[in-house]
């Protein structure tokens, strides 16, 4: 037996209904959602720590909450999960596994929206397939690529900007001099609108600023993480 082959057996005696864990065994896929996402943020936290360390443990809690929800499932289990990605892999490498040639980072990334959009051919949108789930600033970097594909990204901000431009505020926001607000928002003292509501026009202006940095070749993901990561040693600093 493998390690991973150990740790199949492992979930399966936790999920055992006689003799497991009554945790594992009260769980599905929908409750245990969270911490794939919690696993994953920590997985990308050892990547920026440079600890390999703590990169191999974070990878293990990765691949446990893969194993758990093959365990979990009816229908599969981890053989079927690793053979669908090891068929999806050799499909997108053509260049690797056929006679395709990519020779270029560029030609590679051509070969492999090739093989994707013939494989999503029953797809209607270009953003089909965009997770919903998606943190708003990865989601719209994410979309604004795909309308980079098609090629009309700065037309469709324009008018997603123009059409919320001076728009009321949704709720109890806080907003700025040149922002109208609508009469039945509830102002704080002051003269600002209390925090926690929607601002259509500033998320607006918001996603425009993401556009320009990419047009500037600048990722604003990372740029917003190191800027938050700044707050952070700042504000530990003040304590």
């Not at 809690?61 to 981890?78: K, M, N, P, R």
Request: hydrophobic share 45%; glycine share 8%.
């Amino acid at each position: 037996m493998t390690a991973v082959s150990d740790l199949v057996a492992v979930v399966d005696r936790l999920l055992d209904p006689d003799s497991g864990c009554v945790w594992n065994r009260a769980q599905d896929h929908a409750s245990l959602a969270r911490y794939v996402v919690e696993e994953s943020y920590e997985l990308v936290d050892a990547i920026d720590s440079g600890d390999d360390e703590d990169l191999r443990e974070e990878l293990g809690d990765v691949l446990y909450q893969v194993v758990l929800h093959a365990g979990l499932a009816s229908s599969f289990d981890l053989e079927d999960v690793a053979a669908g990605a090891r068929d999806k892999m050799v499909r997108r490498h053509p260049h690797v596994f056929g006679d395709e040639r990519a020779d270029t980072v560029e030609d590679v990334v051509r070969v492999w929206r090739a093989a994707k959009a013939a494989e999503k051919s029953s797809r209607r949108s270009a953003f089909d397939g965009v997770p919903r789930a998606m943190p708003p600033l990865e989601r719209a970097v994410k979309l604004l690529e795909r309308l980079e594909e098609r090629g009309d990204a700065a037309a469709v901000v324009a008018s997603v900007v123009g059409r919320v431009q001076g728009a009321p505020v949704a709720s109890d926001v806080p907003v700025g001099p040149d922002v109208p607000v609508a009469p039945d928002v509830p102002v704080a003292p002051g003269g600002g609108a209390r925090a926690g509501g929607v601002d259509r026009g500033w998320g607006a202006r918001l996603l425009a600023s993401v556009a320009e940095a990419r047009d500037a070749g600048i990722d604003p993901v990372a740029s917003l993480r190191a800027a938050v990561a700044e707050l952070e040693t700042a504000g530990r600093a003040a304590e």
